[in-house]
């Protein structure tokens, strides 16, 4: 321990900076380091040498710390630079096969290199260092290196977020094992403890058998804020399936009912028995499904059930899509309102609009011919007759019929919007930091529910209702339900703002997209977080499953769409093609289609039946890894829209495809 | 990365600082204070936009405005800044001197009286939805509300780099229909790239309306007439069809030239005109067909059964702009349409022989190509043609003595604004006749009068010199009747108006223009 430290601070003490102010507390410093470990005869030779008093060194403890955390990598401004250009010549002259492993240890020595600069007071130096060598590093981390470049004072430092989730984990450096013995060797050699200190402290090397990867197998999952996630955070195992639908033949004959007393009678029987097969049908258990009572799931009531029949007779009206059958497009365009229109959503059975605005309000229009209605008074509602059929009817007063509906409440500006899936209710979160359910049957608030004093920046409802997910600018996203004030779960992990979450089909997961460039999946049940994926190169704007589970994408202000396995957590597909961020992606019903809509005003669609052809999913396992980036062989076309940037992006139950936009004038200037 | 500039350390400049400091009272701030306070205000200025830039993102703009930053000081506690909104993109000037350079808000001074009188801003309006298909079957079909299928920079590029349609295999970015099975099969199994030849197959959708648009154009409804060329002026699918309808024009041209109807040109004139407005089209590849027939109707020895009568002059005028307006749009270095349609006009102006209405159509030509054309084309031929007006053979025949009196009215309108520039005040009457000829005496009258006007008009008020400004502007604008004129005037409707139809885009304007004519028209069906 003695021989460690004293020979790391006495040739700094022999370099001593300029300032008399300095000098002497460095000495005194060293000093009392002597002393502590009785080295009393150097104490006595060095306190005659630079004439100092015993008073003099009597500083405080904590001045020693202070000084000694100054010490602990090296003091001379000019060995940062050093080291760093050798270790970036290193990585320059290695051998083909390792060199872009090697490099990707370049951009955490870098971003610790110059924090370290700026810790130690080297204002200028740091400066010099950032021109120097930010230019050099990868596009996809110049953000970040811009964010920190901000950072040039020592006081500075304390209340930064980004220099803490920088100081305080370790970036993460996948690497093979050959790269990494290769690199301990260089580090062994040129013995630059600057570079020692770095590397050991504050990075996390993920070994691997085999062989070294290449550039591009090293840029599709770069681009995190901390590094790629480890193996080690994507083994626990995620139940990806669907569970068994509830039977609905007893509902199905409610409705079957109803339909035929309608149509009075027209063929009753052929109806009949053709429901009863598609309702039958998913009867097989999948076996990557949660066991059913994992997650305790809302009773179906009547009406749910009902609701269910309908989405299942709608989709025996789907329209087959395939590369030669495109979708038909309805769009919604949006009009004065440009710079206005923060999100859009579509209720499930594309029957109302709601769009959140900047000026705080919900704005709710019918897209039906069946207007807005809202429920009677509480007189009126007395005489109604609870047993009867249509009771649902009953109690909504014609009267108050509109084909548009504006929702009060929210003093910020609403950043999404979510509807139930009976659509009675609907859900917003709003830069006043509030998260508030409305309900659809009286057109008010009826809760406000409050996480933090952060802005909320997304809100999904789970597709079996009565759960919630939430995304927030205080770094952490939670778990609701609707009939409790706090939340059941608080998952935190990303190191920046959580942009967007979403919920797995079979409500056991939410995935959420942040700032810091990972995707995250947490278990609803335990908390955990189950799988971090890399490889985005900016914001992470929208999330969306596959309707069989599996198969997760993800765009963002990067214009790439990544595809996921979430079994295994590998990225899959990547997807380019767009010019400006992404902010809606969906799968069309029969899983054939994927949709992107940009705010370069383009929709695209893309071959996703191909993809999972070419992917085979169930071969793939933890070491065998593919990913598609052949963009011209599954971009089926592209849609321009007028001006307007896409903001929702939905297909029906019957696969017709809707699109809500915004029209903002071109600028004359 | 090396080419690309990344700015890491911009601060606020110590000067600026100062100049605040002194604003505030503090009169000789110490260097070092300055620098101090320039870093940490940079630091937390970086930090504030860093926050507004999430705002900016979560609201769905690529652009940041006030309420973000208003966002961003709020999440870090701080009292947002409140009545912060500027019209202007940056509202900041630039000013420099005495050692200085400065940035500043301009602060101008608002009369209250003014501002209190003035009328109430306009609401905005209510947000609406507008609902339309976008893609039928994977099919964009060409509506208003969808963009047109070959946007007009393409069309742009097809007509500069006519291969480059050949390099890209299948261009999956145009919206139209799907490109047909066999062309794609037959480039993967050709090695050699051969042009394929484009059929231009109108749906009958399309031949429909190309039947229906050229029937009503042409025909002898006005009401008709009007909507067909409103469509034209701002249908945004009608790229497919544009060779048709220039063909169309061109043989139209020909035809009624030769059988002199004058009806029939100005409604095939009104046809570019509408096209030519068409912000979904970019005419450049159709030039050829299009500027030899409207150069027909400028200089066209005759274009009327009875020129004594007739007003063709109308239709000179109006084709005229039309030339004009084709040279303002597509003249490039390459193609010099400006200076060939110079030369065009100028050697009818210079030749005895030409016919007195061709030079009248040649000289309005040149005057609508601006002030230096006029300067430099025009008025040293102004006394070769005078003289030539004088001669006996001109003034002993009817016809060319209308045609001549017209020149001079013309000559007189166009050269009045600039002569009104180019010569001093003390107006020389003798001096205009021996530059100008006989012309020179209507001239110096008109030079004389504007320059009354122009006078009186300043001492009133500082409204602009209307007659000037008017007659300089593009073409298509609203022309005021020529107080010179003589006869009774007849109004007659060249472009007539149309209501403005809700989804245009606001910068198209409808243009109306009336001239004077002195006989009725005739009727294409006598």
């Known amino acids: ?88 010549k290193f990585v320059e002259t290695s051998l083909d096969i390792y060199k872009h492993e090697l490099g990707c240890v370049l951009y955490p020595v870098f971003i610790h290199m110059y924090l370290d600069l700026v810790c130690n007071g080297y204002e200028a130096e740091a400066i010099q260092f950032m021109k120097k060598f930010a230019p050099g590093q990868e596009s996809y981390y110049q953000n970040d290196i811009r964010n920190l470049a901000i950072i040039t004072k020592k006081e500075e430092l304390n209340d930064n977020v980004i220099v803490s989730s920088y100081k305080s984990n370790e970036f993460v450096v996948r690497m093979s094992r ?216 009953r109690i909504l007063d014609d009267r108050s019929a509109e084909t548009t509906r504006t929702l009060l409440g929210h003093f910020g500006a609403v950043y999404q919007v979510s509807f139930s899936p009976d659509k009675t ?77 979403q919920f797995h089909p079979n409500s056991n997961y939410i995935a959420t997209g942040s700032s810091d460039r990972t995707i995250r999946l947490w278990d609803c049940v335990t908390g955990e977080q189950v799988r971090l994926m890399t490889g985005h190169k900016g914001e992470i704007l929208t999330l969306c499953f596959s309707n069989e589970g599996r198969v997760l994408a993800s765009a963002g202000n990067d214009c790439n769409i990544l595809l996921w396995d979430i079994a295994h957590g590998h990225l899959v597909a990547m997807l380019t093609g767009h010019k400006e961020p992404i902010r809606t992606l969906t799968f069309s019903r029969d899983s054939t289609i994927l949709a992107s809509g940009s705010h370069d005003c383009k929709i695209m669609l893309w071959d996703y ?61 | 990365m090396g080419e690309i500039e990344i700015n890491y350390g911009s601060t606020i400049p110590t000067e600026s600082l100062k100049v605040i400091a002194e604003s505030v009272g503090i009169g000789n701030l110490s260097d070092d ?30 652009k940041l405005l006030p309420s973000d930053i208003d966002n961003a000081l709020k999440v870090f506690g701080i009292e947002p800044i409140y009545g912060f909104h500027s019209k202007d993109h940056i509202p900041f000037r630039y000013a420099s001197g005495g050692g200085r350079e400065l940035h500043f808000i301009d602060d101008k001074d608002i009369d209250l009286i003014e501002f209190v009188n003035a009328p109430l801003a306009k609401l905005p309006l209510e947000i609406s939805i507008r609902c339309h298909w976008l893609a039928i079957d994977g099919v964009q079909p060409t509506v208003p509300e969808n963009p047109p299928s070959v946007s007009k920079d393409m069309q742009k590029l097809e007509c500069v780099d006519p291969l480059g349609k050949l390099k890209k295999p299948i261009d999956k970015e145009v919206s139209g229909r799907p490109s047909t099975g066999k062309a794609q ?155 060939r349609i110079t030369r065009v006009f100028t050697n009818a102006t210079n030749s005895d022989k030409t016919a007195l209405p061709s030079v009248y159509g040649a000289l309005e030509g040149l005057a609508e190509l601006g002030t230096e054309t006029i300067k430099v084309f025009v008025i040293p031929r102004v006394r070769m043609i005078s003289d030539r007006l004088d001669s006996p053979e001109v003034t002993q025949n009817n016809v060319d003595r209308i045609s001549g009196n017209q020149i001079k009215h ?24 021996k530059e100008f000829g006989s012309v020179g005496v209507q001239l110096h009258a ?45 109004k007659y409707v060249l472009m007539s108006q149309r209501p403005i139809v809700s989804q245009t885009p606001p910068n198209k304007t409808v243009y109306i223009s009336q001239q004077n004519i002195k006989t009725e028209f005739q009727d294409p069906s006598n």
């Not at chain 1, 999948?286 to 009531?301: S, V």
């Not at chain 2, 937390?44 to 993102?57: G, H």
Request: hydrophobic share 35%; proline share 4%; with cysteine.
């Open chain 1, 1 to 88: 321990m003695e021989e460690d430290i004293k020979p790391d601070i006495k040739p700094v003490i022999d370099e001593t900076p300029k300032e008399p102010d300095d000098k002497k507390t460095n000495l005194c410093v060293a000093l009392k380091i002597l002393k502590k470990y009785n080295l009393n005869t150097t104490v006595e030779t060095l306190k005659k040498e630079a004439n100092l008093t015993d008073s003099a060194y009597n500083t405080s403890e904590l001045d020693v710390n202070n000084a000694l955390n100054v010490y602990k990598s090296q003091g001379d401004p000019s060995v940062y630079e050093n080291a760093y250009i050798t270790l970036s």
């Open chain 1, 178 to 393: 050959d790269t990494l013995s290769l690199l301990k060797r260089h580090l062994k050699e040129k013995k630059q403890t600057v570079l020692l200190d770095i590397v050991q402290e504050n990075l996390f090397f993920d070994v691997y058998e085999g062989l070294a990867r290449n550039k591009q197998q090293i840029d599709a999952v770069a681009g995190g804020m901390i590094g790629e996630g480890t193996r080690q955070d994507n083994k626990l195992r995620v139940y990806y399936g669907l569970m068994k639908e509830p039977d609905l033949q007893t509902a199905a004959a409610a409705v079957n009912l109803e339909e035929d007393e309608e149509e009075e009678g027209e063929k009753p029987k052929k109806k009949k028995s053709k429901t009863n097969p598609l309702l039958s049908k998913k009867t097989k258990i999948d076996p990557n499904a949660p066991p059913i009572d994992r997650m305790t799931l809302p009773q179906l009531r009547e009406i749910d059930k009902k609701i269910k029949v309908q989405a299942v007779l709608d989709s025996a009206k789907r329209v087959a899509l395939s590369p030669e059958t495109l979708p038909s497009v309805c769009c919604y365009t949006l009009l004065n309102c440009s710079h206005a229109v923060n999100c859009a959503t579509i209720s499930d059975d594309a029957t109302m609009l709601a769009v959140g605005l900047a000026n705080s309000r919900i704005r709710v229009w019918s897209l039906v011919p069946q207007k807005l209605r809202a429920m009677k008074t509480a007189d009126q509602l007395l005489d109604i007759d609870l047993e009867a059929d249509d009771v649902m009817h």
């Open chain 1, 425 to 501: 209710l609907l859900l917003s979160c709003s830069e006043d930091c509030t998260i508030r359910l409305w309900s659809l049957l009286l057109w008010s608030c009826v809760v406000a529910y409050k996480g933090s004093y952060h802005p909320v920046w997304d809100v999904k409802f789970s597709l079996h209702g009565y759960y919630f997910a939430t995304a927030s600018r205080d770094r952490t996203a939670r778990l609701w339900s609707t009939d409790n004030y706090q939340s059941l779960r608080l998952f935190s992990g990303h190191f920046s703002d959580v942009d967007c979450c």
């Open chain 1, 609 to 669: 039946s191909k993809m999972l052809e070419d992917l085979s999913l169930d071969d793939m396992n933890v070491h065998n890894q593919i990913i598609i980036n052949d963009n011209d062989k599954y971009l089926l076309r592209a849609f321009g829209t007028k001006n307007s940037p896409v903001i929702h992006l939905f297909f029906s139950r019957r696969n017709i495809m809707f699109c809500v936009c915004s029209f903002s004038p071109p600028q004359s200037n």
């Open chain 2, 33 to 62: 204070a300055a620098k101090e306070i320039s870093d940490s205000a940079t630091y937390r200025l970086k930090l504030v936009l860093q926050e507004s830039k999430k705002f900016m993102v979560h609201s769905n703009r690529c």
């Open chain 2, 185 to 339: 099969k037959l480039r993967n199994v050709e090695t050699v790239h051969v042009k394929q030849l484009a059929t231009h197959e109108l749906s009958v959708e399309q031949q429909l309306y190309y039947k229906e648009i050229t029937e009503a154009c042409v025909g002898s409804d006005e009401a008709r007439r009007a909507e067909a060329l409103q469509s034209l002026a701002s249908d945004p699918g009608l790229h497919e069809m544009l060779p048709r309808m220039c063909t169309f024009i061109a043989e139209g041209v020909k035809v009624n030239v030769v059988q002199n109807n004058l009806a029939l040109l100005i409604y095939l004139m009104r046809m570019v005109k509408a096209l030519l407005d068409n912000p979904a089209l970019y005419l450049e590849k159709y030039l050829h067909e299009i500027i030899p027939s409207v150069v027909t109707c400028v200089v066209s020895k005759q274009l009327c059964m009875r020129p004594e009568i007739d007003n063709h002059w109308a239709l000179r005028d109006f084709a005229s702009r039309l030339m004009a307006q084709i040279c303002k749009m597509f003249n490039t270095p390459t193609n010099n349409v400006q200076t």
């Open chain 2, 410 to 433: 013309l000559l007189c309108k166009i050269l009045t604004p600039v002569l009104k520039i180019t010569h001093q005040p003390p107006d020389n009457i003798e001096e205009y006749k």
């Open chain 2, 446 to 490: 008109a030079v004389c009068k504007a320059r009354v006007i122009v006078t009186s008009q300043n001492s009133n008020n500082q409204t602009t010199t209307q007659t000037s400004t008017q007659s300089r502007t593009a073409v298509g604008r609203p022309i005021s009747a020529t107080p010179g004129n003589s006869g009774a005037p007849q």
